[in-house]
């Protein structure tokens, strides 16, 4: 796992595929990001997560005030995140919006769907790159909702790549893993009121 950045404040890591943003219940859930940087870091806390199978930037903070002002920019959305996935097929047009609503479909394991009764969610894309049957789309969601872009994309026809949950049989098998990945973060200093920019490419580019 690369750290990406990091000050007396807060650090980003490159968070591998597979790999728990935080522990869950039971020993196979073990492992996952602060303990595994806790010997070398000391006790960090998560400020948001990824999906297990999602990989890319995450942030954590260092201290208890780091944590409650880089959560509240998480909240009031401004912390600017931006994903590239490869989707099956080739959605219409160069850009779109999507807006559907999502709720809970099961919690265990974790699954989520469109349901007009569910939370607003609205995710941007931009197409980058397209061989026909498959496409590599930039995506940027404004609102946080679980799954949401692997929801997203699955309900608007073109599942991402090697998705287990939401994919279907030809999809899963175009990839060994899921083919999304956390590549944009900006977001101001909690100390400093900086600007901080990061980036980090897709693994399988």
């Known amino acids: ?3 990406v950045y990091a000050d007396p404040w807060l650090m980003v890591v490159d968070k591998p595929s597979g790999l728990l943003s935080q522990s ?11 303990g595994r940087l806790r010997a070398a870091w000391g006790e960090l806390r998560l400020v948001h997560r990824l999906d297990r199978d999602t990989s890319g930037l995450l ?4 201290d208890a005030d780091a944590h409650r002002s880089l959560s509240r ?8 995140k931006t994903y590239r ?3 099956w097929g080739q959605p219409a047009g160069l ?5 559907a609503p999502l ?3 099961r919690r265990q394991p974790p699954q989520h769907r469109v349901h007009p009764q569910g939370r607003p969610s609205r995710t941007l894309w931009r197409r980058l790159a397209s061989d026909g049957a498959t496409t590599h789309l930039a995506l940027r969601p404004r609102t946080g909702r679980s799954h949401q872009l692997r929801v997203h994309l699955a309900w608007l026809g073109h599942p991402i790549l090697g998705d287990p949950l939401y994919g279907h049989a030809r999809s899963r098998a175009q990839a060994p893993r899921l083919q999304l990945h956390a590549c944009g973060l900006v977001f101001s200093h909690p100390h400093s009121g900086e600007r901080i ?9």
């Not at 920019?73 to 600017?80: G, L, P, Q, T, W």
């Not at 850009?95 to 807006?99: A, F, L, N, P």
């Open 103 to 105: 709720a809970r479909a």
């Open 85 to 87: 996935a490869d989707v």
């Open 24 to 34: 869950g219940l039971g020993p196979d859930l073990q492992d996952a990001v602060p």
């Open 197 to 205: 920019a990061l980036h980090s490419p897709p693994p399988w580019e």
């Open 59 to 62: 942030l954590l903070a260092r």
């Open 95 to 99: 850009w779109g919006r999507i807006e």
């Open 1 to 3: 796992m690369r750290v």
């Open 73 to 80: 920019a998480f909240a009031e959305r401004r912390v600017r």
